[in-house]
C-alpha cells in the first residue's frame, strides 16, 4: 500500500531550529511537497523535490533522498507565527498526491 | 485576484439530505481537486479533474459526485449525508496534472452532518 509517516506533534523554542522528518511508500515516486497549514486555515505551498538533495528558501529547506524514501523539513530561526501542521506528500506513479497526516509544531517562547 | 473560493463557510446537515459545495478559482487553471481532512488523518483525495470535461475517482469516492461544465468551477454534491460525512472540504487547483503541479488551496467547507 502506499504510505506517508511523520511524527504527529514537535515541540522547539523560538529562535532555534528544528527538523521534521517524512518517510514514504508510494507506487512510483514523482516528487515530494511540503505544505505548512495553520489551524482552521488551508494548506499553502512551502516546497517540491524532485530531485535529491538539498533545496533551500530563506529560513526553510527541504531534503530528499529517493533512495531511502525519505524527506525532511528544516526550520531555521522560528518564529512564533511558526506554529502550525507541516504536511508532507508524495505523487505517485499516477501523479496523485500522498498526503501524510501532519505534524503539529508548537514553539514556546 | 481572489484564487479559490469555496461556498459555504460552513454548514449543518440533516442526513439525507442534498449538498453541494462550492468551489470557484479565478487563475485558469487546468487540473482541480476535492479533499477531505479529517483529524488524525492526512488529506484524502475524493475526486478530481485534469481539464474541464473529465473527472476522476480519487482514493474516497463514496456518495459524493462532481462535474467539471467550465474551467473555473468543480461543485461537489453529496446526493444523500450521512454522518461520516462530517468533515473539512478543500477544493485545490493546479496549472497542471503531472509533475511540479503544485496545489493551491481553498479556504475549506466545514460540514457537519446530524
Known amino acids: 500500500g502506499q504510505n506517508i509517516d511523520q511524527p504527529t506533534e514537535m515541540t522547539a523554542t523560538e529562535g532555534a531550529i528544528v527538523q521534521i522528518n517524512c518517510t514514504y511508500q508510494?507506487?512510483?515516486?514523482?516528487?515530494l511537497f511540503w505544505y505548512q497549514q495553520h489551524a482552521g486555515e488551508a494548506p499553502t505551498f512551502l516546497s517540491y523535490?524532485?530531485l535529491d538533495g538539498l533545496e533551500e528558501k530563506g529560513r526553510f529547506s527541504s531534503f530528499l533522498s529517493r533512495s531511502k524514501g525519505y524527506s525532511y523539513l528544516l526550520l531555521k530561526e522560528l518564529q512564533m507565527k511558526d506554529s502550525a501542521s507541516y504536511l508532507c506528500?508524495?505523487?505517485?506513479?499516477?501523479?496523485?498526491?500522498?498526503w501524510g497526516a501532519g505534524t503539529k509544531l508548537i514553539i514556546k517562547p | 485576484i481572489a484564487g479559490i473560493t469555496q461556498a459555504p463557510t460552513s454548514q449543518i446537515l440533516a442526513a439525507g439530505r442534498r449538498m453541494t459545495l462550492r468551489c470557484t478559482q479565478d487563475?485558469?487553471?487546468?487540473?482541480m481537486y476535492w479533499y477531505r481532512q479529517d483529524l488524525g488523518l492526512g488529506l484524502r483525495l475524493i475526486h478530481y479533474?485534469?481539464?474541464?470535461?473529465?473527472?476522476g475517482k480519487g482514493e474516497v469516492p463514496d456518495g459524493y459526485s462532481v462535474s467539471r461544465a467550465n474551467t473555473d468551477d468543480f461543485p461537489l454534491t453529496l446526493a444523500s449525508a450521512v454522518p461520516s460525512q462530517t468533515s473539512v472540504y478543500f477544493c485545490?487547483?493546479?496549472?497542471?496534472?503531472?509533475?511540479?503541479?503544485?496545489?493551491?488551496f481553498g479556504p475549506g467547507t466545514r460540514l457537519t452532518v446530524l
Open positions: 479533474s485534469n481539464t474541464a470535461g473529465t473527472t
Open positions: 487563475m485558469r487553471h487546468n487540473a
Open positions: 485545490a487547483s493546479s496549472d497542471s496534472a503531472g509533475p511540479e503541479g503544485t496545489q493551491y
Open positions: 506528500a508524495a505523487f505517485d506513479s499516477n501523479y496523485q498526491l500522498i
Open positions: 523535490n524532485v
Open positions: 508510494t507506487s512510483g515516486f514523482n516528487g
